[in-house]
C-alpha cells in the first residue's frame, strides 16, 4: 500500500523559508513523478509544482516561480520543496501527490496524496 506523509509545516513570517519534505512508503519513487498542491481556506486545490518521475522536467505555479524548488531524492524516498521569500499568499494546506504519469498528476488526479501540512505566513 502507497503511503506519502508530508511533514515540515508551521508559522513563518513573511520573508522568511521553510522545507516540506513527502516521504513516499510501499513504492519505489523511481517510479513517481510527484506534485506538491495547496489549498487555502475557501479555494479550490491548486497544483503549486511538479517534477517528472525521472527529474526531467518541472513545473511551477505562476505565483511561486523563482521562489520555490521542487526537487525529489529516489534514495531516500523522499520529494521536498524548498519555499523561500514566503508571503501571507502562501497560506494554505500543502499536499503531496504521486503518480506514474505526469500529465495525470500536473492535471491534479493522482492516484496517492498524503493528508497535508498547514504552512501559515504572518505578515
Known amino acids: 500500500q502507497v503511503q506519502l506523509v508530508e511533514s515540515g509545516g508551521g508559522l513563518v513570517q513573511a520573508g522568511g523559508s521553510l522545507r516540506l519534505s513527502c516521504v513516499v512508503s510501499?513504492?519505489?519513487?523511481?517510479?513517481?513523478?510527484v506534485g506538491w498542491f495547496r489549498q487555502a481556506p475557501g479555494k479550490e486545490r491548486r497544483l503549486v509544482a511538479a517534477i517528472h518521475r525521472r527529474g526531467t522536467m518541472t513545473r511551477y505555479a505562476d505565483s511561486v516561480k523563482g521562489r520555490f524548488t521542487i526537487s525529489k531524492d529516489d534514495s531516500k524516498s523522499t520529494a521536498y520543496l524548498q519555499m523561500n521569500s514566503l508571503e501571507p499568499g502562501d497560506t494554505a494546506v500543502y499536499y503531496c501527490?504521486?503518480?506514474?504519469?505526469?500529465?495525470?498528476?500536473?492535471?491534479?488526479?493522482?492516484?496517492?496524496w498524503g493528508l497535508g501540512t498547514l504552512v501559515t505566513v504572518s505578515s
Open positions: 501527490s504521486a503518480h506514474s504519469d505526469y500529465v495525470t498528476l500536473t492535471s491534479g488526479s493522482a492516484r496517492y
Open positions: 510501499g513504492h519505489t519513487l523511481s517510479d513517481f513523478s
